[in-house]
């Protein structure tokens, strides 16, 4: 069996994986807020979008495209099926990673030669993060999988649809261009080589996107809207990233690296070093690091857009220093590398097992079970009692006639949108540790119907029921499902529903 029918199975295995991982486990609340739930919202008219919507900094390209599938499924009057609200969107998103994949082995062997294409090849099949995120539908992942395409159609010099792929990353995530920048002496390297009218073309090429986003989200929005420049003016003029949290200037350096490379990260300087090819890729990678320590909020899924650059950097320094058996400096550095490479696959299949099946993965097995047990109920009424949107709502407890209380939050200038019209508007002023919930469900019972059903974490329940409890309400757990091995997360998610029949 050769390499490339090898390559092939990994790959259906990671697909595989991908899309069960998707399925049954969370990774953050973007996955949800910036699409199935929009989509939900457009297409049935009713459920809740967050602040950003009305900040308008989010594209409307990636929930129009889930709610095409929704208007195409209702046609058949199955558009209320959890598999088309949650796991067509997770299938849609896979296709668009494995052409990402695709591309990227392409330009891989292109880049740095065959033996380093392979071993690149090879880490990104192993990588426990493109394997976490592969089918989730987060802007982060589609960057990624554009910048794959990108970086292989400008390897072979196809210039318009490349700046058609970047015209489009911008539309969706305007920090997309972070990674581009240093490329524009390669791209203009290019360009020159072709007549005025490819560049005109080019041009053409990458604004057909951005005149369409910008027709799409005005058209969303009734009002002539730029997200992308309003994206750039909160999160960059305005400092508005710090809202999500604040990490330290080097926290990409000491734990996003060496989350994403294991012990392959010490090889990344070497690639200044190594060759003409991965001497520019290391540069680009060291200017799209140095750009995103400055703001303010950090998460390792922001490192996925330049993960196509990491590994054929990491494999063309291995292939250097293995070939090269001059002295007993790299005998035994080659020594080193290969014992990376088994600690790196090791490492990423521990880690894809775990981060896939054992964290995180209470939250979608509880809101199906919820599903479930209010599907025969003609008026449900559910509470959501955890930090805001760290449950799907709509998309996944779906109801026509569910009356649905929940946390919300958001910054002050946006606060009013979640008040106007409630009894008693449930706002998690700043963390969850802060909300009062005795205060809340004694105020939110004054105006509303205590629950048929909710949903919280495994810590907050006691304090949830002896809430309900002061008010002359009991409640029992009648469903625990596991959510995470890891201390600093909660250790399961419950259902609880009323003991006596009270309402």
């Known amino acids: 069996m050769n390499f490339r029918q090898l390559a092939q199975m990994a790959l259906v295995i990671k697909v595989l994986l991908a899309v069960m991982i998707a399925r049954v486990s969370d990774f953050v609340p973007d996955e949800h807020w910036e699409s199935t739930e929009v989509a939900y919202s457009l297409h049935y008219g009713r459920g809740h979008l967050t602040w950003e919507w009305y900040a308008n900094i989010r594209s409307y390209i990636p929930p129009v495209l889930i709610l095409i599938v929704y208007k195409l499924a209702s046609v058949f009057n199955s558009d209320g099926s959890l598999m088309i609200l949650v796991k067509a969107p997770i299938m849609i998103q896979v296709a668009l990673s494995v052409v990402g994949w695709n591309y990227f082995h392409q330009f891989a062997f292109a880049r740095v030669g065959s033996n380093a294409g392979k071993l690149a090849t090879i880490f990104m099949l192993m990588s426990w993060l493109t394997t976490f995120c592969g089918a989730r539908v987060i802007s982060n992942q589609t960057e990624m999988s554009l910048n794959c395409i990108a970086l292989y159609l400008i390897e072979m010099g196809d210039l318009a649809k490349f700046s058609f792929i970047m015209g489009l990353n911008f539309a969706l ?14 791209f203009y390297g290019k360009l020159k080589e072709t007549t005025f009218k490819n560049f005109l073309k080019c041009l053409t090429f990458a604004a057909l996107p951005l005149v369409g986003a910008l027709a799409l989200d005005s058209m969303m929005t009734s009002s002539l809207t730029i997200t992308w420049l309003e994206f750039l003016k909160f999160n960059l003029l305005s400092g508005g990233s710090g809202e999500f949290g604040v990490q330290s200037p080097s926290w990409y350096f000491y734990s996003g690296l060496p989350s994403v490379l294991g012990p392959l990260v010490v090889l990344l300087p070497f690639g200044f070093f190594c060759s003409k090819e991965t001497r520019s890729l290391t540069i680009y990678v060291a200017f799209f690091l140095e750009v995103y320590s400055f703001f303010p909020h950090k998460e390792i899924r922001f490192l996925l857009p330049v993960t196509p650059l990491l590994f054929p950097i990491c494999a063309s320094v291995i292939c250097t220093f293995v070939k090269k058996q001059t002295n007993i400096i790299y005998r035994l550095c080659g020594t080193y590398m290969k014992l990376a490479i088994t600690l790196f696959i090791c490492l990423n299949v521990g880690a894809t097992i775990f981060f896939g099946f054992l964290h995180q993965c209470g939250m979608k097995r509880a809101t199906a079970d919820l599903s479930r047990k209010i599907s025969e109920m003609d008026e449900p009424r559910v509470w959501i009692m955890t930090p805001c949107y760290a449950v799907p709502f709509h998309s996944h407890i779906h109801h026509p006639n569910i009356e649905l209380e929940y946390y919300v939050c958001a910054p002050k200038e946006f606060l009013h949108l979640y008040t106007n019209g409630s009894s008693y508007p449930l706002i998690q002023p700043n963390g969850f540790g802060t909300v009062d ?31 309900f409890d002061n008010e002359g309400y009991k409640y029992k757990v009648c469903a625990t499902h596991f959510h995470s091995y890891m201390t600093d997360f909660p250790a399961a998610v419950q259902i609880l529903c009323n003991a006596v029949g009270k309402y």
Do not use: Y
């Open 173 to 186: 995530r305007p920090t997309a261009a972070i990674l581009w920048l240093p490329f524009l002496p390669e």
């Open 437 to 467: 919930l005795d205060l809340d469900i004694s105020k939110k019972l004054i105006g509303a119907k205590a629950p048929h059903f909710i949903l919280a974490f495994q810590e907050h329940v006691p304090k949830i029921i002896s809430a």
